[in-house]
């Protein structure tokens, strides 16, 4: 009598060191000869171990296997003996899959397919899996089981053909040749289970007929490139029957939905026989809120007017697997044509492109190094550079319209989409990482796709990858580290290179015809690519050191450029910024080296016209893209100093002009890069343009000053508006009042001609600063001084008292809560603000006063929109945008400053922010008119930044609001979510102002 063992599931950790096997190992070897006769193989047994992933594991495995054998009365010795391949493949099985041998545990019976002498992956009985499985669910008299028997024999019949593919597969001498047979196997494996199930579930759901089924395998299944554990995507479609009235077909829809909730329960609902794989039909319309089955015309329907452009992108890998086949066939003459419908439309291919920087984008970074499918370089790269060729070119091209990923590989280079040399690196990657991805599902057939992290695993997954030759942990890692470095740069130019070729004629890579280049072109978001293929030419022709480079970095600048909004704009700005520097050995480095910096310079000129316009005069600013720690803004202090320098050497306001225009553009560029945070531009901005001011000033006084020999007086500048709170966008004006104060002991005839002189120099500075040609103008605006434009140009400091005391409105108090001083003399400066605080942070504020800022209001909103504007979309005027959040500010300031010195500030966030610390808003109300205003503002500034040129209204223009979304962090495809988001924050932001500003709580 045998003594059982009780090994169902135990691991042995024996491991080999250097070809020697220990202790354990051979006393479970022995065991197993004892078991089964076998004794005198133990050689045999311990040379096949060596090629095993994991050969301390053999033995044991072996014990488990015979004394399973015995207990079933199988003889396991007999069968070694009769058959030249039993023991090697069990050997294999052993060291390389436990869940191999628990099947054979499970069903002894199964040892006998693994003693066929023919080689299974080349035999005429791998070509009848899909049969055998289907037909498992019959008895010999050809009539179904029952559910659970069929379960049981369904599943059992599916291992049994996967124990004699996995064994084959592990002693294929070339894995990676055999690679494309074993998926192409499973993929038959899993239609006869889904042929099975179907059957089983048919005969059991639709018992009268009632209804036909049909199963549309989609994903990996469809394209016949299944791993060993894979989900299996599929769709139900149904027909009732044809003389069916409403309340029939409504039954062949039930019977049709229960026939198969039962398939997928069958092959993946928990049992006494294991689950094989998750069936998943969440790719149906409406994914798994939708409807599990439907009529042809149901989905046709949905495809044709409902589908969302990745719909297609799944269906284009459907076909029928199981069920009805003139049912199959006709789903299939009704919706897969809609792929290359839908491959037409302007948006599908960026938003294809889209979709997969999303998946990049959540890979686990603890992960990401060691991910086969998703990672950079990794499985999806390959499939997603064929798949999108073939959405580009397959509208015209039927040829190469073929899921699976190594055949439509092959028919893009044959068909000129795709080198020779690149189809053949792509396929030779893919197999690989295949087969590596193979070998880490064997062992317990589970999903799995990232490489172990422990060195033992990682050593065991390399004898198991390589059969034979150098089977280390190093040589995996290495050559798939060399793939994917190799597939991710392929993958980013894929799509390019050929381009370049079509355009500068050599033909010398691929023979991609002009007009599929275009179209290439055209499908990545070139809206002229007859120009853009002419651009491309000029910049790669020839023989210049200049062609060469962008010969090189061309296909990545390009894939770049597409990304952005606007690709044509980006390609010339690049050809004039490359022809202006075509000499200049650091651009051209640059350009060759830093990935970095050619990414982020194709990233601002696709995206911002205002910035590539200034690029083209500070072409020096392309250094600091590949090192952004030069994007920060430069310290004041340094800034300072540099203009005065400037202004010392006689440079005067022009070398200031150029110093702020550089500076500006260096802002201007982080905020584009997100370097600095978006809320930190405006005060960014306000700070450059105010030391700007203050040197010039300095330059025009030293010249002025000194050619009419007046020095006893003191002048200043005083900000007001958007520049006072320091929160000017990128096109904004420099609201500003000149004060100026005589010296004490001046007469009266050198006082008038003081005034004269001031007013000279104040005039001198505005003409200075507005008369850029090339560097950026300011312009200095002095209609908020007192009387505005019928007032004086320039006041002195007690014309400013005098004035404020005798005449000031509200309205002027109000405007001078945003007064800040930002050049000059340093005590008129100081002198200025202790004049202004009492009038805009007054003790108590009349009712009178508070009434006329509201109606002024009021007016304001009515009379200033502009004639023709939506009210709602007006960032500045309309509902909810800056003008109601920094008037409802504004107002509790002129109420409350001289009792809470945190108000008295000249910027709204820190106004509100106070106002919020002492209660007289609520943290929610502050919150929803900070988010308001600070998205108004990013609103304001990205759409400038886009346009080159001011603007106060979303556009109406997709690509623009497009293009204001990027600029403002949205992921690529979110124009509507963006006016969304501005019209729902708005709304709030307005609710919330009317109560505080006016006192009015609109729920009343």
């Not at 899993?190 to 059957?199: F, I, P, S, T, W």
């Not at 140009?793 to 001078?816: C, F, G, H, K, N």
């Given at each position: 009598?045998?003594?059982?063992?009780?090994?169902?599931?135990?691991?042995?950790?024996?491991?080999?060191?250097?070809?020697?096997?220990?202790?354990?190992?051979?006393?479970?070897?022995?065991?197993?000869?004892?078991?089964?006769?076998?004794?005198?193989?133990?050689?045999?047994?311990?040379?096949?171990?060596?090629?095993?992933?994991?050969?301390?594991?053999?033995?044991?495995?072996?014990?488990?296997?015979?004394?399973?054998?015995?207990?079933?009365?199988?003889?396991?010795?007999?069968?070694?003996?009769?058959?030249?391949?039993?023991?090697?493949?069990?050997?294999?099985?052993?060291?390389?899959?436990?869940?191999?041998?628990?099947?054979?545990?499970?069903?002894?019976?199964?040892?006998?397919?693994?003693?066929?002498?023919?080689?299974?992956?080349?035999?005429?009985?791998?070509?009848?899996?899909?049969?055998?499985?289907?037909?498992?669910?019959?008895?010999?008299?050809?009539?179904?089981?029952?559910?659970?028997?069929?379960?049981?024999?369904?599943?059992?019949?599916?291992?049994?053909?996967?124990?004699?593919?996995?064994?084959?597969?592990?002693?294929?001498?070339?894995?990676?040749?055999?690679?494309?047979?074993?998926?192409?196997?499973?993929?038959?494996?899993?239609?006869?289970?889904?042929?099975?199930?179907?059957?089983?579930?048919?005969?059991?759901?639709?018992?009268?007929?009632?209804?036909?089924?049909?199963?549309?395998?989609?994903?990996?299944?469809?394209?016949?490139?299944?791993?060993?554990?894979?989900?299996?995507?599929?769709?139900?479609?149904?027909?009732?029957?044809?003389?069916?009235?409403?309340?029939?077909?409504?039954?062949?829809?039930?019977?049709?939905?229960?026939?198969?909730?039962?398939?997928?329960?069958?092959?993946?609902?928990?049992?006494?026989?294991?689950?094989?794989?998750?069936?998943?039909?969440?790719?149906?319309?409406?994914?798994?809120?939708?409807?599990?089955?439907?009529?042809?015309?149901?989905?046709?329907?949905?495809?044709?007017?409902?589908?969302?452009?990745?719909?297609?992108?799944?269906?284009?890998?459907?076909?029928?697997?199981?069920?009805?086949?003139?049912?199959?066939?006709?789903?299939?003459?009704?919706?897969?044509?809609?792929?290359?419908?839908?491959?037409?439309?302007?948006?599908?291919?960026?938003?294809?492109?889209?979709?997969?920087?999303?998946?990049?984008?959540?890979?686990?970074?603890?992960?990401?190094?060691?991910?086969?499918?998703?990672?950079?370089?990794?499985?999806?790269?390959?499939?997603?550079?064929?798949?999108?060729?073939?959405?580009?070119?397959?509208?015209?091209?039927?040829?190469?319209?073929?899921?699976?990923?190594?055949?439509?590989?092959?028919?893009?280079?044959?068909?000129?989409?795709?080198?020779?040399?690149?189809?053949?690196?792509?396929?030779?990657?893919?197999?690989?990482?295949?087969?590596?991805?193979?070998?880490?599902?064997?062992?317990?057939?589970?999903?799995?796709?990232?490489?172990?992290?422990?060195?033992?695993?990682?050593?065991?997954?390399?004898?198991?990858?390589?059969?034979?030759?150098?089977?280390?942990?190093?040589?995996?890692?290495?050559?798939?580290?060399?793939?994917?470095?190799?597939?991710?740069?392929?993958?980013?130019?894929?799509?390019?290179?050929?381009?370049?070729?079509?355009?500068?004629?050599?033909?010398?890579?691929?023979?991609?015809?002009?007009?599929?280049?275009?179209?290439?072109?055209?499908?990545?978001?070139?809206?002229?690519?007859?120009?853009?293929?002419?651009?491309?030419?000029?910049?790669?022709?020839?023989?210049?050191?200049?062609?060469?480079?962008?010969?090189?970095?061309?296909?990545?600048?390009?894939?770049?450029?597409?990304?952005?909004?606007?690709?044509?704009?980006?390609?010339?700005?690049?050809?004039?910024?490359?022809?202006?520097?075509?000499?200049?050995?650091?651009?051209l480095k640059l350009l060759r080296d830093s990935g970095q910096g050619a990414e982020a310079l194709a990233r601002v000129l696709s995206l911002?016209?205002?910035?590539?316009?200034?690029?083209?005069?500070?072409?020096?600013?392309?250094?600091?893209?590949?090192?952004?720690?030069?994007?920060?803004?430069?310290?004041?202090?340094?800034?300072?100093?540099?203009?005065?320098?400037?202004?010392?050497?006689?440079?005067?306001?022009?070398?200031?002009?150029?110093?702020?225009?550089?500076?500006?553009?260096?802002?201007?560029?982080?905020?584009?890069?997100?370097?600095?945070?978006?809320?930190?531009?405006?005060?960014?901005?306000?700070?450059?343009?105010?030391?700007?001011?203050?040197?010039?000033?300095?330059?025009?006084?030293?010249?002025?000053?000194?050619?009419?020999?007046?020095?006893?007086?003191?002048?200043?500048?005083?900000?007001?508006?958007?520049?006072?709170?320091?929160?000017?966008?990128?096109?904004?004006?420099?609201?500003?009042?000149?004060?100026?104060?005589?010296?004490?002991?001046?007469?009266?005839?050198?006082?008038?001609?003081?005034?004269?002189?001031?007013?000279?120099?104040?005039?001198?500075?505005?003409?200075?600063?507005?008369?850029?040609?090339?560097?950026?103008?300011?312009?200095?605006?002095?209609?908020?001084?007192?009387?505005?434009?019928?007032?004086?140009?320039?006041?002195?400091?007690?014309?400013?008292?005098?004035?404020?005391?005798?005449?000031?409105?509200?309205?002027?108090?109000?405007?001078?809560?945003?007064?800040?001083?930002?050049?000059?003399?340093?005590?008129?400066?100081?002198?200025?603000?202790?004049?202004?605080?009492?009038?805009?942070?007054?003790?108590?504020?009349?009712?009178?006063?508070?009434?006329?800022?509201?109606?002024?209001?009021?007016?304001?909103?009515?009379?200033?929109?502009?004639?023709?504007?939506?009210?709602?979309?007006?960032?500045?005027?309309?509902?909810?945008?800056?003008?109601?959040?920094?008037?409802?500010?504004?107002?509790?300031?002129?109420?409350?400053?001289?009792?809470?010195?945190?108000?008295?500030?000249?910027?709204?966030?820190?106004?509100?922010?106070?106002?919020?610390?002492?209660?007289?808003?609520?943290?929610?109300?502050?919150?929803?008119?900070?988010?308001?205003?600070?998205?108004?503002?990013?609103?304001?500034?990205?759409?400038?930044?886009?346009?080159?040129?001011?603007?106060?209204?979303?556009?109406?223009?997709?690509?623009?609001?497009?293009a204001a979304a990027r600029l403002m962090g949205y992921p690529q495809g979110s124009a509507q979510l963006l006016v969304d988001d501005y019209?729902?924050?708005?709304?709030?932001?307005?609710?919330?102002?009317?109560?505080?500003?006016?006192?009015?709580?609109?729920?009343?």
């Amino acid at each position: 009598m045998i003594r059982r063992l009780d090994l169902s599931r135990r691991k042995d950790p024996t491991r080999t060191q250097r070809g020697k096997f220990d202790s354990r190992f051979e006393r479970f070897l022995g065991q197993f000869c004892e078991l089964t006769g076998l004794e005198g193989h133990e050689s045999a047994i311990r040379e096949f171990a060596r090629f095993t992933g994991d050969p301390g594991s053999v033995s044991l495995g072996l014990v488990r296997v015979a004394e399973a054998a015995a207990a079933a009365e199988v003889d396991l010795g007999g069968l070694v003996q009769d058959s030249q391949h039993l023991l090697d493949r069990l050997v294999r099985l052993a060291g390389s899959s436990e869940a191999c041998i628990d099947h054979i545990v499970r069903w002894p019976e199964s040892l006998r397919l693994l003693a066929e002498d023919d080689d299974f992956l080349r035999s005429k009985r791998r070509r009848k899996v899909r049969k055998r499985i289907a037909r498992s669910v019959y008895d010999a008299d050809g009539q179904l089981l029952s559910i659970e028997d069929g379960r049981i024999a369904l599943r059992r019949a599916y291992r049994d053909e996967l124990i004699q593919l996995t064994a084959a597969d592990l002693g294929s001498h070339e894995p990676t040749a055999d690679f494309d047979t074993v998926s192409r196997t499973l993929t038959e494996m899993a239609e006869g289970a889904l042929m099975a199930a179907h059957d089983l579930a048919a005969g059991d759901s639709i018992p009268d007929g009632c209804a036909e089924l049909a199963v549309i395998a989609m994903g990996k299944c469809g394209a016949r490139e299944l791993n060993y554990v894979s989900d299996v995507d599929v769709v139900f479609a149904f027909s009732p029957e044809t003389t069916a009235d409403g309340e029939q077909a409504e039954r062949a829809r039930s019977c049709a939905s229960a026939a198969a909730l039962q398939i997928i329960d069958l092959i993946s609902a928990a049992g006494a026989e294991p689950a094989l794989w998750e069936v998943d039909a969440a790719l149906r319309p409406e994914g798994k809120a939708g409807a599990l089955v439907r009529t042809v015309d149901e989905f046709a329907g949905y495809y044709s007017d409902i589908a969302e452009n990745w719909e297609f992108q799944a269906l284009f890998k459907a076909r029928p697997v199981a069920g009805s086949e003139e049912l199959g066939q006709q789903w299939s003459e009704a919706c897969l044509p809609q792929v290359w419908t839908a491959a037409h439309r302007d948006d599908f291919i960026p938003e294809v492109r889209a979709m997969r920087r999303r998946v990049v984008d959540l890979i686990d970074r603890d992960e990401a190094d060691r991910q086969l499918k998703l990672g950079p370089g990794g499985l999806r790269d390959v499939e997603f550079s064929a798949q999108l060729l073939q959405l580009v070119h397959g509208t015209e091209d039927h040829d190469i319209r073929e899921p699976n990923t190594l055949e439509a590989l092959r028919s893009l280079e044959r068909g000129g989409y795709l080198s020779g040399d690149d189809a053949a690196l792509m396929e030779e990657a893919y197999s690989f990482l295949r087969v590596v991805e193979h070998r880490l599902q064997i062992p317990r057939m589970r999903r799995a796709a990232v490489l172990p992290d422990k060195p033992e695993a990682l050593r065991e997954l390399a004898r198991m990858v390589y059969p034979t030759g150098d089977r280390t942990e190093v040589r995996l890692k290495r050559e798939r580290d060399d793939y994917s470095r190799r597939v991710r740069a392929l993958h980013e130019q894929v799509f390019y290179r050929p381009i370049l070729d079509a355009a500068v004629g050599t033909g010398a890579v691929t023979s991609l015809p002009a007009k599929a280049a275009e179209s290439r072109l055209r499908a990545f978001g070139f809206v002229d690519p007859h120009s853009a293929m002419r651009h491309i030419h000029d910049l790669s022709a020839g023989v210049s050191r200049a062609s060469r480079v962008h010969r090189q970095v061309l296909p990545a600048m390009l894939g770049w450029l597409s990304e952005g909004v606007d690709p044509d704009a980006g390609l010339l700005a690049y050809r004039r910024l490359s022809e202006k520097l075509s000499s200049s050995t650091w651009y051209l480095k640059l350009l060759r080296d830093s990935g970095q910096g050619a990414e982020a310079l194709a990233r601002v000129l696709s995206l911002s016209q205002y910035a590539a316009s200034h690029i083209m005069h500070y072409h020096g600013s392309v250094r600091w893209l590949a090192d952004q720690d030069m994007l920060h803004p430069t310290p004041l202090d340094s800034l300072r100093q540099e203009m005065s320098e400037l202004v010392g050497r006689g440079r005067g306001v022009e070398g200031v002009r150029a110093v702020y225009g550089r500076e500006k553009l260096r802002i201007i560029l982080a905020d584009i890069l997100e370097v600095i945070p978006r809320s930190a531009v405006p005060q960014a901005l306000s700070d450059v343009m105010s030391t700007a001011i203050d040197a010039a000033l300095l330059s025009v006084r030293r010249d002025l000053d000194t050619e009419h020999r007046i020095y006893d007086y003191d002048f200043a500048i005083i900000a007001m508006g958007r520049l006072g709170g320091r929160e000017i966008g990128v096109f904004s004006d420099a609201d500003v009042c000149f004060v100026y104060r005589p010296a004490h002991t001046m007469g009266d005839d050198d006082r008038e001609a003081l005034a004269k002189h001031a007013r000279r120099v104040a005039l001198e500075v505005t003409s200075a600063l507005k008369s850029a040609q090339q560097d950026p103008a300011i312009e200095l605006d002095a209609d908020l001084r007192p009387e505005g434009r019928s007032g004086p140009y320039v006041r002195t400091l007690e014309s400013y008292r005098r004035y404020y005391e005798a005449w000031s409105e509200p309205w002027e108090a109000q405007a001078l809560l945003r007064a800040r001083p930002i050049a000059g003399d340093n005590d008129l400066m100081s002198d200025y603000v202790d004049m202004i605080n009492p009038l805009r942070y007054p003790q108590i504020l009349p009712v009178r006063s508070i009434m006329q800022v509201r109606r002024l209001k009021a007016r304001m909103e009515d009379e200033r929109l502009p004639r023709g504007a939506d009210r709602r979309q007006h960032v500045k005027l309309g509902t909810g945008g800056l003008s109601d959040v920094e008037w409802t500010v504004q107002l509790l300031q002129l109420q409350h400053a001289a009792e809470y010195p945190g108000l008295r500030t000249t910027s709204t966030l820190p106004a509100l922010a106070a106002a919020r610390d002492e209660g007289l808003v609520s943290a929610s109300d502050h919150e929803v008119l900070r988010t308001a205003w600070l998205m108004a503002t990013e609103v304001r500034n990205a759409i400038t930044l886009y346009r080159g040129k001011p603007s106060d209204s979303l556009p109406s223009d997709i690509r623009e609001l497009e293009a204001a979304a990027r600029l403002m962090g949205y992921p690529q495809g979110s124009a509507q979510l963006l006016v969304d988001d501005y019209l729902r924050v708005t709304r709030w932001a307005r609710s919330t102002m009317e109560v505080i500003f006016y006192g009015d709580d609109p729920t009343d």
